[in-house]
């Protein structure tokens, strides 16, 4: 399956927009965490605890993604957009959201180029 954040994926085209999709995932922070995080905040330098912890989400909210669209016979999802949300009365928790639109691409012959199609081919008219 294809992802892209662009609108068109270069040298395909779309046969069918089958709707938009999306991936989701809501991840706690431990306490333990946040600690290690917030000394991170006093000191200075990136938290690889809360690196890790972003990375798990957008790959679960991507997969989730992957599998909506599968479900409805996508080839590929285009237009693919991340949002990342705190949630929580003390932001404990960690929203990520992926979504896109998921499409049925028209077939490629062979040679890679659409059917019918020649790559010798001369306009006409």
Do not use: H
Not at 1 to 15: L, N, Y
Not at 21 to 26: H, L, P
Not at 37 to 48: F, M, N
Not at 62 to 86: K, S, W
């Amino acid at each position: 399956m294809i992802f892209t954040t662009t609108s068109t994926i270069q040298g395909r085209e779309v046969d069918r927009y089958l709707g938009v999709v999306f991936g989701d995932a809501v991840l706690g922070v431990n306490v333990f965490k946040d600690l290690l995080g917030g000394l991170r905040d006093i000191i200075g330098g990136r938290s690889a605890t809360y690196e890790r912890e972003l990375g798990v989400a957008r790959d679960t909210a991507m997969t989730n993604l992957m599998e909506q669209a599968r479900a409805l016979g996508a080839d590929a999802v285009i237009g693919i957009d991340m949002d990342y949300e705190v949630l929580g009365s003390n932001g404990g928790m960690l929203m990520v959201t992926a979504s896109g639109t998921a499409v049925a691409l028209k077939p490629l012959s062979a040679s890679g180029a659409p059917p019918g199609a020649s790559p010798w081919a001369r306009p006409t008219g």
